[in-house]
């Protein structure tokens, strides 16, 4: 399970793998428990995983620290090379005995990295998507800001989908939350600019709103006109929250 390491870190567990069986990762805790983990070898005969298992846990980073200065692609490399117990060669394969050739893979790029963590966990612990495109985009407000504007006043922003509320008592109107690395914020979306936009709401991960700034009951919304994608380079495996 996730663990609170201290007041400013956050453990993210085996449960958070996409593709890994709860047997699995109780298999790897228990193994862990009886005696520290040497090498990547040492867990890889120890603990007995499918292929897929053993890559998605190379993917996402959480084998890098079993190698001596490894980054996920030699990771990646070296789980590719694992022979399991019966194969014609594993009789040689005891911990740390077989030789090594360096892995020829360069380390994943940040955007390489933010696509293996969605693909792999559904977020990332590294920098928000929207940390890699902000200096570019002069003329967005990032959501921490949006409380700083004027009620009435006209503003553009822009964010990762992470919910879309289209209740049968909203008369056809939506509500979108977006997520940046600043914060959540809100929208509503009239049922007419819905209607007009509804294909870019329904498909893109990335969208960009512009509209009015809303205050009431001290919470803020943007009272949507327009709604644009967003253009992001990287492909990131992300699910919204929607539901009517």
């Not at 709860?22 to 990547?40: G, N, W």
């Not at 120890?46 to 490894?70: C, E, I, M």
């Not at 914060?183 to 209607?195: K, M, R």
């Amino acid at each position: 399970l996730c663990t609170v390491e201290d007041d400013t870190a956050l453990r993210l567990g085996l449960c958070m793998l996409k593709s890994l069986h709860r047997d699995q990762a109780e298999l790897i805790v228990a193994e862990r428990a009886r005696e520290p983990f040497r090498s990547l070898d040492d867990f890889l005969l120890r603990v007995p995983l499918s292929k897929k298992d053993r890559r998605t846990l190379a993917k996402v980073g959480a084998l890098n620290a079993l190698l001596p200065s490894g980054h996920r692609r030699t990771a990646l490399w070296e789980v590719e090379k694992f022979m399991e117990m019966g194969d014609l060669f594993s009789h040689s394969r005891t911990p740390g005995s077989e030789l090594r050739t360096p892995s020829p893979l360069a380390a994943m790029s940040p955007a390489e990295r933010l696509s293996a963590d969605y693909d792999g966990l559904g977020l990332t612990t590294g920098p928000h998507p929207m940390a890699y495109i902000r200096d570019t985009l002069t003329d967005i407000w990032p959501a921490i800001t949006l409380p700083q504007g004027r009620h009435g006043q006209t503003v553009t922003t822009a964010g990762l989908v992470i919910c879309r509320q289209r209740p049968g008592t909203a008369k056809g109107h939506l509500f979108i939350s977006l997520e940046d690395e600043t914060g959540i914020s809100n929208a509503f979306v009239p049922s007419e600019t819905f209607e007009k936009f509804r294909l870019v709401i329904t498909t893109e991960q990335f969208l960009r709103l512009t509209g009015r700034i809303q205050r009431a009951n001290n919470v803020v919304t943007l009272y949507t006109t327009k709604v644009e994608p967003l253009p992001y380079d990287t492909t990131i495996a992300t699910r919204s929250h929607d539901f009517h």
